[in-house]
């Protein structure tokens, strides 16, 4: 008969909530702290699943073990409550958000608690509540104080379908994530993250994490660090062009100079730059970095104090008073500039434009046979000839439609236009086209690449298709000392050139190319690199294939970015005192392409910090996954009114020590809460960088039918169902059973009725249990007897030593399954045992072993072993006990189970010590009546004894 799990577990999870079971405190020493996480939930109308219970389960039985061993365990939970799909239910009901993300997580909570779960619910945490966003939004604006948030104009990718950005790792297999719409390219002002800035630290710290492997290759992957060399290659003049000085611009001035907006600069600090010297201009991509972009004569030079100088001069800047313009001098030159300091004018005007390329692979620069740039570079519009503009302008249009991912996969057949512009190859001095092609992306590199086609399928495969040249300039290892064929080129698209039917991508010998004849692929890239910086038209180089994280959303449901735009004075950060900036209600859910929040009149009425004049507030949300990048912070003190979090409880908890959840957070969630810590660190509210020590995944729970589980399949797993059913303890175990933690597994409802059989055996085992003096059962046995039945007491301590030690490794390692496989095996070998011995071994076990054994079994199985723990007489609950612990004398058998075979079979069974010598061995196995019924009459040819394992007795028949 079956126990009552349903009034078992309500019993005892009523006892839990009343002794605030799994809730802590910081204690003296950080000594026994540990910090236990899952990855915590979106809570979706539909409730848990039974994938929630898998990563849940797992944390809850380490959490209540590491108790018992007495750590002290920060186990909390809570909810990623942002997110589109409650807006999305907003759409189609008009149920406001918050009042559906308040019914779910009243049901996952209650879910959560039936399942036995010991979270430190004081802890409990939503990223919806204006309590929690308020710290969001005061990190953004630490951000944005320091350089690490801030806003540009930049390809975005666009869903149509949710109608907002999508950060680059948002976009799976060329569509959103979320509703499998096909992403497109627009152009828009965003909001970023610069996670670039610790593109190499994020991958470094990779490296001491005890991640799996995969997870840590993802990342590596995703961050892409390529080194090699950027070259400048020059447009609209066939010779290198020298420069007497440079001039260094804003990246957003740049378009304005192409476009001979911009024809003029001032500089405090005097240039060596006449009238007719040639100005080499550059873009600041951070500050120490710089990237040439054109060449320009100067026209004119001035110089004049800041008053006598236009507010309006022709060509630059425009200001509506000398305050302003000085104002913004003094940002550039410091506090002691006034309206008397001199500034010197230069005019100029651009006369060629350069094209910056970053290759991997300097040493093939003198076979560069042509350009390619993105459709989107921004010098397309200043190269591209009169003749081509209405074939690119197509181009481009088309090319903007697609997703990076349908532009750069390597089996489509590649495409492009010819610009009608020509570059010059700066090794040889020869005219290659410039090409426009959409498999080369601006958000990799400089947007636009060099093409080696004789060395890079890519190239090599687009070069075939539209007949252009290619020159080997690198030759395999093996042909160093034999003549290759030189395939040259010669001069413009004019050639006759022949195409060769394959390219050698490997590194290998120099050829073709003057001073690097002859030197390998790694030496050649070394004196190439040295030769570009020699004249001053390249440099070493290393980029990354991550970009800045997109964090503005165009949706409703976030945490409003708590900026505010002023007229007059741009973009200005909410005071602290103001925050959190809530969510207005006044709002029409119903996607347009900007945010439902662009037309609450609550929500952007405000006043200028600064000036005081209206002002509208920023009406983009930030990115959900902003929220879910420092929430284990937020844990450690969750309702601090006046910080995140306090320093001393961060430093007490953090960094976590076991992370549990899904692999495919592993570019997005894993990879931001890296960067958010890093951040912090350097900015000295954190003494780690890394937030997560180990991280660990759990895999898919599929359905009954193999597929992932989903509505439209029909192969959804309630876990409610199977807890009325079954019992919250079965389905814990069941999930844990099924297979390696990490593995995605099936879910089959028969194996939920094994693990409840065995747990009926053990509430069975325990509740027939009567204690029995072991001497009584001895007295009246006869004395062989006695000894047999001490060997068998020796063996069974031995086997239950061997269960805590295997239990206990087991757990650590999260080998559950097995875990639980040794706990069957245990329980149904002493069952077997008690049989054999007429029901004595029980009574040997019940107090020194049948109480561990429901320790080793409560972290798995919590409301039944509490239960049975009571039963025994106990006045306390089983978690307030010690871990059992093995004693290692106790691991090493000195008895094993031998067969005796006769021929080859096995006819007996011998006791016997593992060293035992063959003597020995041999009169424990005459002794053995089976075994002698099978010589009787018999001539012993030989015996083969190996101690501890074969004993055989060989016969002639």
Not at 244 to 265: C, R, V, W, Y
Not at 285 to 295: C, D, G, I, L
Not at 406 to 428: D, H, I, M
Not at 769 to 794: C, H, N, Y
Request: hydrophobic share 40%.
């Amino acid at each position: 008969m079956s126990y009552n799990h349903q009034e078992i577990e309500k019993k005892w999870q009523t006892k839990w909530a009343e002794a605030h079971a799994g809730q802590v405190h910081e204690a003296a020493s950080r000594d026994n702290a540990l910090y236990y996480l899952i990855m915590f939930p979106y809570p979706s109308g539909s409730g848990l699943h039974v994938g929630h219970v898998e990563s849940q389960a797992a944390i809850d039985i380490l959490a209540r073990m590491e108790r018992m061993r007495g750590k002290n365990v920060l186990c909390p939970i809570g909810y990623d409550a942002f997110g589109l799909p409650a807006e999305n239910y907003a759409i189609k009901t008009g149920v406001h958000p918050a009042e559906t993300t308040k019914k779910a997580i009243e049901n996952f909570h209650n879910q959560m608690q039936s399942l036995g779960l010991s979270f430190d619910w004081s802890r409990e945490i939503s990223t919806a509540d204006p309590e929690y966003y308020k710290w969001t939004q005061w990190l953004f604006l630490l951000f944005y104080k320091n350089g690490l948030a801030y806003r540009k104009k930049s390809p975005v990718n666009w869903c149509e379908g949710c109608h907002t950005v999508l950060a680059n790792e948002q976009v799976v297999a060329g569509a959103c994530e979320r509703c499998g719409t096909v992403v497109v390219q627009k152009d828009l002002e965003q909001w970023f993250f610069n996670i670039t800035k610790y593109a190499d630290r994020l991958l470094a710290g990779l490296d001491g994490l005890d991640w799996p492997e995969k997870i840590k290759s993802m990342q590596r992957n995703w961050i892409g660090k390529s080194v090699g060399a950027e070259v400048e290659f020059v447009v609209g003049s066939d010779a290198l062009v020298s420069a007497s000085d440079s001039l260094k611009f804003a990246p957003e001035l740049a378009d304005a100079i192409l476009a001979g907006k911009k024809t003029n600069t001032l500089r405090l600090e005097k240039k060596n730059l006449q009238v007719g010297d040639t100005a080499k201009l550059f873009v600041r991509s951070s500050a120490t970095e710089a990237r040439a972009f054109a060449y320009a004569k100067i026209t004119g030079v001035e110089t004049h104090p800041l008053k006598e100088i236009s507010l309006d001069l022709d060509g630059h800047e425009t200001y509506t008073s000398y305050a302003e313009f000085l104002n913004v001098m003094q940002g550039y030159y410091g506090a002691d500039v006034s309206l008397e300091t001199e500034f010197t004018i230069y005019h100029f005007e651009p006369t060629v434009s350069i094209i910056p390329v970053f290759t991997t692979r300097p040493d093939t620069l003198f076979g560069a046979t042509y350009l390619v740039l993105a459709p989107e570079h921004k010098l397309v519009d200043t190269i591209v000839t009169d003749d081509r503009k209405s074939e690119i302008e197509a181009y481009r249009t088309a090319a903007s439609k697609k997703s990076a991912l349908e532009r750069t996969e390597l089996q489509k057949e590649k495409t492009g236009v010819f610009s009608g512009a020509y570059a010059t190859n700066p090794t040889t001095g020869e005219q290659i086209p410039v090409w426009i092609a959409d498999y080369v992306i601006t958000t990799y590199g400089t947007g636009a690449i060099m093409a080696v086609p004789a060395h890079d399928e890519r190239d090599f495969e687009f070069a075939k298709k539209y007949q252009l040249a290619v020159k080997m300039v690198v030759k395999p290892v093996v042909l160093q000392n034999v003549m290759s064929k030189d395939l040259g080129l010669s001069h413009g698209a004019q050639s006759s050139i022949e195409i060769v039917s394959d390219c050698f991508t490997e590194p290998g010998i120099a050829t073709n190319s003057d001073f690097l004849n002859g030197l390998t692929t790694k030496d050649a890239k070394q004196k190439m690199i040295a030769w570009l910086e020699e004249k001053g038209i390249g440099n070493a180089k290393t980029t990354f294939r991550i970009r800045d994280w997109l964090v503005s959303r165009q949706r409703y449901w976030g945490a409003p970015i708590p900026i505010i735009w002023c007229e007059d004075h741009g973009a200005q950060a909410v005071e602290e005192t103001q925050l959190p900036v809530e969510l207005p209600t006044d709002v029409d859910f119903k996607p347009t392409g900007e945010s439902p929040l662009v037309d609450s009149v609550t929500f952007h009425n405000v006043k200028c910090p600064v000036c005081g004049k209206d002002a509208r507030r920023e009406s983009d949300t930030m990115d959900t996954f902003v929220d879910s990048s420092w929430y284990y912070l937020r844990y450690t003190d969750p309702h601090n009114a006046s910080a995140f979090a306090d320093k001393s409880k961060v430093d007490y908890w953090c960094p976590v020590d076991l992370y549990l959840g899904g692999a495919e957070h592993a570019v997005m969630h894993l990879l931001y809460a890296r960067f958010f810590a890093y951040a912090l660190h350097d900015l000295g509210y954190l003494n780690f960088e890394e937030p997560f020590v180990k991280l660990r995944n759990q895999g898919l729970i599929l359905g009954p039918d193999g597929e992932k589980m989903s509505k439209s399949k029909g192969n959804v797993v309630n876990p409610d169902d199977v807890v009325s059913e079954y019992g919250a303890d079965a389905l814990r175990m069941y999930e844990m059973f099924m297979g390696p933690l990490e593995d995605a597994k099936p879910w089959d409802t028969k194996g939920v009725v094994g693990i409840r059989r065995f747990l009926d055996k053990v509430e069975r085992y325990v509740a027939a249990w009567q204690p029995t003096d072991l001497e009584s059962v001895f007295e009246g046995m006869i004395d062989e007897m006695k000894e047999q039945a001490k060997i068998g007491i020796r063996r069974n301590e031995v086997l239950f030593n061997k269960l805590i030690k295997q239990v206990t490794e087991d757990l650590e390692l999260l080998k559950f399954n097995t875990a639980i496989a040794f706990l069957m095996k245990w329980l149904n070998e002493h069952r077997r045992e008690e049989e054999k011995t007429n029901g004595w071994m029980q009574s040997h076990c019940s107090k020194k072993q049948l109480e561990t054994f429901l320790k080793l079994l409560a972290p798995l199985a919590p409301h039944l072993a509490e239960e049975l723990w009571e039963k025994l007489g106990h006045m306390t609950s089983i978690f307030n006990e010690s871990w059992p612990v093995f004693d290692p004398a106790l691991i090493v058998d000195d008895v094993v189970e031998m067969g005796v075979q006769v021929n080859g079979k096995v006819r007996g069974t011998i006791s016997i010590a593992p060293n035992a010598d063959e003597t020995t061995a041999k009169e424990l196995a005459f002794a053995n009546a089976n075994v002698m019924k099978w010589m009787e009459g018999k001539e012993i040819v030989k015996i083969v004894y190996v101690p501890g394992k074969i004993f055989n007795i060989v016969v002639k028949e």
